[in-house]
């Protein structure tokens, strides 16, 4: 029989309060189990650490070499920088690509090396329910034939995450000391010098997850019952123009009284040239000396502040001013930062203490210098507080203006007898220091180089050292639980219950009375 006036208007209440609940409280939990995006991180990797002292060894007599902003971490291990991919946080289903390579090269006869190997693009991939693997693209000479062969992604070893779960994280997730064995792929990579099942270096790697992602999804307002169409939106108009102020036709300045409409304006182009408010310089100091800082040595660290970052194979010192004259090619750019290296712990005190504050870059008669402010001791026991100390000269030969840019990409640099005091003795001048680079912006619209992403730091800094054979917890955060189980379905489903029932009792008690 039909429903009386009150019930239906009762049930028709309740159904759309329930509706709005499932919007508010359902589109979030669909959010939260989205696909979302690897933004920034990095991975740090020893390789073998057997290998890289065969291939500097007294046999095979060759080096490596690093490309692509790859750096070194703790004198042994290579770091990896800028992680893009995908993540699931409903089956912790992980993809990250990492930047930067690596190059070995060895045994070298009648000039050409009868060893080469080049790792890149290294790739960590954990599919749901626990299998993982490292992928990397691979260029490697045969030690038997001497044919080089390519392979993109090849699966250079099989990773094992037991007792680790990746579901459910948020904001920075770390792996440390991720037991690695060569693959059939990897040992063709290596040119035979190592058979499948072999143990390789674990591996740390640190990523930054979508954080608060099921708050972006929710509605700002929960639908009602559908409202007839208004006459104000025109129905051909996209969605995007309404958000789009640049559109609107009063933004158009009059034409000045007297000045005729097809005069071009007048142009600032040479005071923009000359005079610059931005720009960053990118400097490492010197490999070695970060390997001394955070190696067994020293057992130290840096601390980048005051607008320097760290951006894993070097340090970037950013905003600048100064000036430049086009015709003369002089430049004076001060740079904003300061890089902090301790170590040598005693006690309370630092054996090494050094800080390299705000940089500076002068080119004049043909000679480009690096100065900074050099502060603190150095490991001989010498204090000091020097300003714009000259640490080291480079050819400005290789300048160049480009997209609005002044740049200098990886100068060679020497340093300075002052350069070699102000390190306390650890080089002596005419030492070959890291490369420079640095981009001063000569159009304030121009866009800097980007700084490789090594992410957030993570909770607990990975070491690149073999230890056990164990997978340290993830260090993650997220929401939910951990099985991943839609809690507000169940919440949901006792609301549908209680509506139901409601509408029921409604209607036995009016079965009742008639």
């Not at 990523?207 to 929710?218: F, G, R």
């Amino acid at each position: 029989m039909p429903l009386p006036h009150r019930l239906r208007r009762l049930t028709a209440g309740l159904v759309a309060a329930l509706a709005a609940l499932l919007t508010v409280a359902l589109l979030p939990g669909q959010a939260a189990a989205a696909e979302g995006r690897v933004s920034g991180g990095r991975l740090d990797w020893g390789i073998k650490q057997s290998f890289l002292t065969y291939v500097t060894g007294p046999i095979a007599q060759g080096k490596w070499s690093l490309n692509g902003g790859a750096a070194t971490v703790a004198g042994s291990g290579f770091r990896f920088h800028s992680a893009t991919g995908t993540y699931d946080p409903a089956d912790g289903a992980l993809s990250a690509a990492f930047s930067g390579g690596v190059r070995f090269t060895g045994h070298q006869e009648n000039g050409a090396n009868a060893l080469d190997l080049s790792i890149g693009k290294l790739t960590f991939r954990a599919a749901a329910g626990g299998g993982a693997g490292l992928y990397a693209d691979v260029s490697s000479k045969s030690r038997e034939t001497g044919q080089v062969s390519s392979a993109g992604q090849a699966k250079l070893a099989d990773l094992s995450l037991a007792g680790v779960d990746l579901r459910g994280a948020a904001g920075t997730l770390t792996l440390s000391n991720v037991p690695a064995t060569l693959t059939e792929a990897g040992a063709k990579a290596f040119g035979g010098f190592y058979t499948a099942g072999t143990a390789l270096d674990p591996v740390n790697l640190s990523v930054n997850l979508p954080a608060a992602q099921p708050t972006q999804a929710a509605p700002t307002t929960a639908p009602a019952a559908p409202a007839a169409p208004t006459a104000t939106a025109p129905p051909s108009a996209p969605p995007s123009a309404s958000v789009t102020p640049s559109a609107a036709p009063a933004t158009t300045a009059p034409t000045a009284p007297g000045t005729p409409a097809d005069t071009p304006a007048p142009t600032t182009a040479p005071a923009a040239a000359t005079e610059f408010g931005n720009g960053a310089l990118d400097w490492g100091v010197r490999r070695t000396f970060r390997d001394y800082v955070t190696g067994a040595i020293a057992q130290g660290r840096w601390e980048p502040t005051g607008g320097a970052a760290d951006g894993g194979a070097f340090f970037r010192w950013t905003p600048a001013k100064g000036s430049h004259d086009p015709a003369s090619g002089a430049l004076d750019a001060a740079f904003t930062g300061s890089v902090r290296f301790t170590g040598l712990k005693s006690g309370e005190t630092f054996g090494l203490d050094l800080t390299l504050a705000n940089p500076g870059v002068t080119v004049a008669d043909g000679k480009g210098v690096l100065r900074a402010d050099v502060s603190g001791r150095t490991p001989d026991g010498t204090a000091q507080q020097l300003t714009g100390v000259e640490l080291a000269t480079f050819d400005p030969a290789g300048l160049k203006v480009e997209d609005g840019l002044l740049r200098a990409v990886e100068l060679p640099l020497t340093l300075t007898e002052p350069g070699g005091k102000a390190f306390g003795g650890l080089y002596p001048a005419g030492t070959e220091m890291d490369p420079l680079s640095f981009a001063v912006a000569l159009d304030p619209a121009a866009a800097l180089p980007p700084l490789p992403d090594i992410g957030s730091a993570p909770p607990v800094a990975p070491t690149t050292a073999p230890a056990s054979p164990s997978v340290a917890p993830v260090a993650a955060t997220g929401s939910g639980g951990s099985d991943g189980f839609p809690t507000a379905a169940v919440v949901i489903g006792g609301l549908l219950a209680a509506v139901l029932a409601a509408a029921g009792g409604l209607l036995v008690r009016r079965r009742r009375r008639a």
